[in-house]
């Protein structure tokens, strides 16, 4: 009699620790396996000091960087288990927004006084007609890294100096430079789209339906083919992904390499090199309106229909710790969203700087619509098609991309 009342303590007590026990679950692109990234280390580190801290457990998901935000949409509209806390990209927080995914967070970080600090980079991105729907805790964007030997009188800055240097580096072996530019929307975010907003034009009209068919884009685009078919770029850049684009560049034969401040994360020896000297660092080609370049800010989100609210407070009020804050947006070679953060680690390098000058003087964040990556897929294709095919007109073939994409999804 003795042992079963025992036994029912014990079950009853296990019960009320189990029932008190939070869990906060959280989305992200980052493995945490990878002992060698300095993202995944620093991710785990923060996981266990939170654990301990709170008395919190965290459940972490890793879910592809692309696939993060179509995800969290399906899982808000069908109503099922939704995470406390999602990684997300600037890119994608209108998308999130129109599918009724993400909730408002001024009441929930009400008090907490770093949010104050929160500079220009996370609030263009992250307030959205006076109401925050993420916290951004890093800027990047993309940078043009060029070989200072080969350019002694600095790189070309407008599309003119472009197609006349670029003959000059150029032979059968050798590119004047490199950069992705295949089949999928990131290459229309770091690529084309900078161009386009240098040439005065519109990927997406007021309510993000596809507007790309017009003069300045097919401008950009003549321009794209014009290097292209000149030899100017590698094939391997239209017809490849990311690391074919960086290779013509690591092995050498481009004396240019338009990637983003992110590069220096696969690219061995980048920032060490910028900071030597021997490689630097410029922003876009101007159309006539200024250089332009993709930024891109990083984040969370708390989504609607998140059980954890208080966990999820807590989470964000750990992430954005300075000294942790610093060492996650250095591991990722971005900026900091927090100036304390920017101020207890060493950004005082030639590297960091250019970045931080070229984001503040070229950088701009890419249009909203609700079928973002939808319709920035269909016009990688698009572009991919012109480049290979030289008998296709321009035009013609913007127009045909827009009004497929406006029929399938509006």
């Known amino acids: 009699m003795k042992r079963s009342v025992i036994t029912l303590l014990l079950v009853g007590l296990f019960a009320l620790v189990s029932a008190s026990a939070q869990e906060l679950v959280v989305w992200g692109s980052h493995d945490l396996t990878d002992g060698e990234n300095p993202n995944s280390v620093a991710l785990n580190s923060k996981i266990d000091s939170f654990e301990a801290d709170t008395g919190v457990n965290v459940a972490y998901e890793q879910v592809a960087w692309d696939q993060l935000a179509t995800k969290l949409a399906i899982a808000v509209q069908s109503g099922g288990d939704v995470p406390d806390v999602v990684e997300a990209g600037s890119q994608h927080i209108p998308a999130l927004l129109d599918a009724g995914a993400l909730m408002p967070l001024d009441d929930l970080l009400e008090g907490y006084d770093w949010t104050a600090e929160l500079g220009d980079g996370d609030r263009s991105a992250c307030v959205i007609d006076g109401t925050r729907y993420c916290i951004a805790h890093n800027v990047r964007g993309g940078m043009t890294y060029y070989r200072a030997d080969a350019f002694p009188e ?14 000059t580096v150029t032979d059968d072996d050798n590119y004047f430079s490199t950069q992705f530019a295949g089949r999928s929307y990131a290459s229309v975010e770091i690529m084309w789209y900078p161009m386009i907003v240098s040439n005065g034009g519109l990927l997406f009209d007021d309510e993000g339906r596809p507007a790309w068919a017009n003069e300045e884009v097919a401008e950009v685009v003549e321009f794209g083919r014009t290097l292209f078919g000149e030899g100017y770029f590698p094939e391997v850049n239209v017809t490849g992904d990311f690391s074919d684009a960086e290779a013509p560049w690591m092995n050498g034969s481009a004396a240019s390499f338009r990637g983003g401040s992110w590069s220096a994360v696969f690219v061995p020896g980048l920032q060490a090199s910028v900071d030597a000297g021997e490689v630097v660092m410029t922003g876009g080609v101007d159309f006539g309106e200024g250089p332009k370049v993709f930024m891109v800010s990083e984040g969370w ?24 804050l610093a060492q996650w947006a250095a591991a990722q070679f971005g900026i900091p969203t927090l100036a304390s953060a920017y101020e207890v680690a060493d950004f005082d390098s030639t590297f960091y700087q250019s970045v931080d000058d070229i ?10 619509s609700p079928y973002y990556v939808e319709s920035l897929d269909a016009l990688a294709v698009a572009l991919q098609e012109i480049f290979l095919d030289p008998d296709i007109d321009i035009a013609a073939h913007l127009q045909d991309a827009q009004d497929e994409v406006l029929r399938r999804y509006w």
């Open 359 to 368: 984001l503040g003087a070229q950088g701009v964040y890419m249009p909203q």
């Open 301 to 324: 989100v708390v989504p609607e229909g998140a059980e954890n609210l208080d966990a999820a407070a807590q989470w964000l009020d750990a992430f954005f710790e300075p000294e942790f």
């Open 154 to 167: 600095g790189y070309p800055q407008t599309t003119r100096e472009w197609l006349e240097v670029a003959g």
